[in-house]
């Protein structure tokens, strides 16, 4: 069965303070993984898709890098804006037409 | 680019009473859809999707239903809630020979 696993679960951080979020993943065989970002109260937001370990995406402050077995979420020098929560999701491809999604990381940036 | 419409956009009900949350896109044809359901602070459960008209697949068994009258609307029902059908509804779509889902706004459903 495929599993994403998402830490932590919550992340305080300064502005300015750049840190990283994990998804860790088991599948029968990665045919993409996603990042998304969600506001409250709203639907998540498409941000990424990495398909091969050692692929990488940038997109303003945000990187997203991928390995066999995880995919990082680096957010450098963040700001309050970037405060949301933060989910991932794979797709295998034993999955059919479906994403398995992890419980997500909720990333609040302080001013 | 595609467009995902759902309403509305809340609802409140009482135990027992029926459901009916549509989901319309615009802008791909022949899409996949979704119905995902998020309680407060937790990830995205699948509850139904569908690969073309009248086809449905169902993830989890309840007292939900799903129904795709046409290529680009998708229909979440109930005949009857429960309290623990509370939660967020986001409709997905991906589009054909695609490999992302895109999300609509969702409906946030309270169930009294």
């Known amino acids: 069965e495929d599993q994403v696993t998402q830490s932590p679960e919550a992340l305080r951080l300064q502005e300015g303070e750049s840190s990283s979020l994990n998804c860790s993943y088991t599948?029968?065989?990665?045919?993409?993984l996603f990042w998304y970002r969600q506001d409250p109260g709203k639907g998540p937001e498409f941000l990424f898709t990495?398909?091969?370990a050692g692929e990488e995406k940038e997109k303003e402050r945000l990187k997203a890098t991928l390995t066999k077995k995880e995919s990082f979420l680096h957010i450098t020098a963040p700001k309050p804006e970037d405060s949301a929560t933060y989910l991932c999701?794979?797709?295998?491809?034993?999955?059919?037409?479906?994403?398995?999604f992890g419980q997500g990381t909720r990333l609040t940036i302080n001013p | 680019s595609q467009t995902i419409h759902q309403w509305p956009a809340t609802l409140v009900q009482p135990v027992g009473s029926p459901l009916s949350l549509e989901c319309t896109v615009e802008?791909?044809?022949?899409?996949?859809l979704y119905w995902y359901r998020q309680a407060a602070g937790r990830g995205l459960q699948l509850l139904f999707y569908?690969?073309?008209?009248?086809?449905i697949s169902s993830e989890v068994p309840q007292n939900l239903s799903a129904s795709r009258p046409q290529d680009r609307q998708f229909i979440l029902s109930s005949k009857k809630l429960l309290l623990s059908d509370s939660g967020f509804y986001l409709c997905?779509?991906?589009?054909?020979?695609?490999?992302?889902?895109?999300f609509g706004p969702g409906t946030r459903l309270l169930v009294l």
């Open positions: 599948v029968s065989g990665l045919r993409g």
């Open positions: 569908s690969v073309g008209i009248g086809q």
């Open positions: 802008g791909t044809s022949n899409p996949n």
């Open positions: 999701a794979v797709h295998s491809v034993q999955g059919a037409q479906k994403l398995v």
């Open positions: 997905a779509c991906q589009g054909f020979l695609e490999e992302t889902q895109y």
């Open positions: 990495l398909y091969s």
